[in-house]
């Protein structure tokens, strides 16, 4: 079994900056990939970027290429360090484990309970 905790939400204002944090227990999740969530008010969780076990190679939703960057300092902690941020942004996000380079929330195996991110005009 898999436990994924998030923190770093909060509420700032539109051009700030967050880094979100997610860090894993239960098994070493080395050989795993880790990605990030999101999900706003009334509408379907979307992907927002994902992570290889060694961190060599990320992959990001089009809305926050350039914006937000994923990382991972070691097997079991990945991050979400969002710059430039806009209301559009505001959503629950989570973090999330699977074994498939994909973008479907489906296909991702263990979930944290999120964290809020609110940006206001």
């Known amino acids: 079994q898999v436990q994924l905790v998030e923190s770093g939400g909060g509420l700032v204002q539109a051009g700030d900056s967050l880094r979100l944090s997610c860090a894993g227990s239960?098994?070493?999740?080395?050989?795993?990939?880790m990605a990030w969530f999101r999900q706003a008010s009334g509408k379907e969780r979307e992907f927002v970027a994902v992570?290889?076990?060694?961190?060599?190679?990320t992959e990001y939703a089009d809305s926050v290429l350039d914006r937000f960057t994923i990382s991972r300092d070691n097997a079991n902690t990945v991050y979400l360090q969002m710059n430039s941020l806009k209301p559009d942004d505001t959503a629950v996000y989570y973090c999330?484990?699977?074994?498939?380079?994909?973008?479907?929330?489906?296909?991702?195996?263990?979930w944290g309970q999120g964290t809020q991110v609110t940006v206001s005009s």
């Open positions: 992570i290889s076990w060694g961190g060599s190679r």
């Open positions: 999330a484990v699977g074994r498939a380079w994909t973008m479907s929330k489906e296909d991702y195996d263990y």
């Open positions: 239960g098994r070493t999740l080395g050989s795993l990939l």
